[in-house]
T-cell receptor, first 114, second 112 residues
Framework: DAGVIQSPRHEVTEMGQEVTLRCKPI?????LFWYRQTMMRGLELLIY????????DSGMPEDRFSAKMPNASFSTLKIQPSEPRDSAVYFC????????????FGPGTRLTVL | GNSVTQMEGPVTLSEEAFLTINCTYT??????LFWYVQYPGEGLQLLLK?????DKGSNKGFEATYRKETTSFHLEKGSVQVSDSAVYFC???????????FGAGTRLFVKA
């Protein structure tokens, strides 16, 4: 069974450009989470969805960040415009109702903003 | 609010040494507790879990016991290997909730 899929795995862009990160959760999982990981701040929860509806976006750093989940098998995290301080590894994770809430993480997208 | 505190790293051990990584938590009610491991260049993956007091989670030689009286969930392994070198995260999830609170992570280096 396929795990959580993220694309791209690496992204290098210039300051001011729009960046879109993509995630496909595990089939049958109804919760999806976006995290950001940096050396300075560790692992931060940005936003999470339940049944495609955003439940808590209090971790989204500012209006430059937006996330959508148009259907159960796809989510995007968009940064517009990007800044060098956005450089980090972004993880998507999913889980399902009825389990023990263990989260299944994707391999991450390493974003570098020059 | 809920929180997880784990020992700062890095922890450096020789192969076959005994490992302990301390973790304490603050939570209302009876959370589920987890240890996740992150190998270089990968996402986090679940190592073990415990869902109620006195439960012992175990996997790949690692163990942790849910201690409600001390609000702790310390990770132990009797004999570490070089391949155990990774970052270890303690985490909790409130019963009835799906948001997981992660600790800061502890980096483990195992020398041959």
């Amino acid at each position: 069974d396929a795990g959580v899929i993220q694309s791209p795995r690496h992204e290098v862009t210039e300051m001011g450009q729009e960046v879109t990160l993509r995630c496909k959760p595990i089939s049958g999982h109804d919760y999806l989470f976006w995290y950001r990981q940096t050396m300075m701040r560790g692992l931060e929860l940005l936003i999470y969805f339940n049944n495609n509806v955003p439940i808590d976006d209090s971790g989204m750093p500012e209006d430059r960040f937006s996330a959508k989940m148009p259907n159960a098998s796809f989510s995007t995290l968009k940064i517009q415009p990007s800044e060098p301080r956005d450089s980090a590894v972004y993880f998507c994770a999913s889980t399902r109702t009825g389990g023990f809430h263990e989260q299944f993480f994707g391999p991450g997208t390493r974003l570098t903003v020059l | 609010g809920n929180s997880v505190t784990q020992m700062e790293g890095p922890v450096t051990l020789s192969e076959e040494a005994f490992l302990t990584i301390n973790c304490t938590y603050t939570a209302t009610g009876y959370p589920s507790l987890f240890w996740y491991v992150q190998y270089p260049g990968e996402g986090l993956q679940l190592l073990l879990k415990a869902t109620k007091a006195d439960d012992k989670g175990s996997n790949k030689g690692f163990e942790a016991t849910y201690r409600k009286e001390t609000t702790s969930f310390h990770l132990e392994k009797g004999s570490v290997q070089v391949s155990d070198s990774a970052v270890y995260f303690c985490a909790l999830s409130e019963r009835g909730g799906f948001k997981t609170i992660f600790g800061a992570g502890t980096r483990l280096f195992v020398k041959a």
